[in-house]
Nanobody, 115 residues
């Protein structure tokens, strides 16, 4: 089992920045990749960015050039630096860990971008 705890959400004006953090505990040595997803009201959950254990990174087109996903030195922590935020980035952001075909999810953190 892998447990995830997110932090760093909040309210920001358009054009501003936020940094989300996610710490994994439990059997975190089995994690193959960590990712950030988001879900806006009335919409499906969507992938924002994913970083593999080898360091490969993929972003959603909608956040390329604005968001950066990275890992901490301990590799059981993942960050999402969000710059040039837009009102359409408003959503609950979820941390995700993938290991051996399974998924663990954090509780989610609200990000609200005002225009």
């Amino acid at each position: 089992q892998v447990q995830l705890v997110e932090s760093g959400g909040g309210l920001v004006q358009a054009g501003g920045s936020l940094r989300l953090s996610c710490a994994a505990s439990g059997d975190s040595s089995r994690i193959n990749a960590m990712a950030w997803y988001r879900q806006a009201p009335g919409k499906q959950r969507e992938l924002v960015g994913i970083i593999s254990s080898g360091g490969g990174i993929t972003y959603a087109d909608s956040v390329k050039g604005r968001f950066t996903i990275s890992r901490g030195n301990a590799k059981n922590t993942v960050y999402l630096q969000m710059n040039s935020l837009k009102p359409e980035d408003t959503a609950v952001y979820y941390c995700n860990a993938k290991y051996y075909g399974l998924n663990s999810w954090g509780q989610g953190t609200q990000v609200t971008v005002s225009s």
